[in-house]
């Protein structure tokens, strides 16, 4: 007999602001979230957030502090970006007459 392993997992979906005086308040959400979700957890969506410098190409450099609050939230939920295949960037859009490109959506795992 074949007997199937069910768990419970929360799946949620992001839509971050993208306006600087909502974001802290945003992550401070997802944060507390976090402490009273004990199952796995996957975000998915659209984090308005960069991981890494890497994930920019165009426009103005940024600094590593344009790359903080993704990175801790992840070390705060003991998470990780979910690798994906095909596309490095999400987003584009002509700035200034620059062409921009971020990788602003993503998948977020986090065990129990």
Partial sequence: ??????KLCIISG???PAQLGQKDPF??????LNAVIDSPWCLIGDFNELEDLSEKRGGFSLSMSHCRRLPQFLRTIHGSSILVQGRS?????????HLIYER?????GRQD
């Fill in 1 to 6: 007999m074949d007997l199937a392993i069910q």
């Fill in 14 to 16: 992001i839509y971050a």
């Fill in 27 to 32: 992550w401070q959400h997802l944060a507390e």
């Fill in 89 to 97: 960037f999400t987003w584009k859009k002509r700035i200034h007459g």
């Fill in 104 to 108: 602003l959506d993503r998948a977020i």
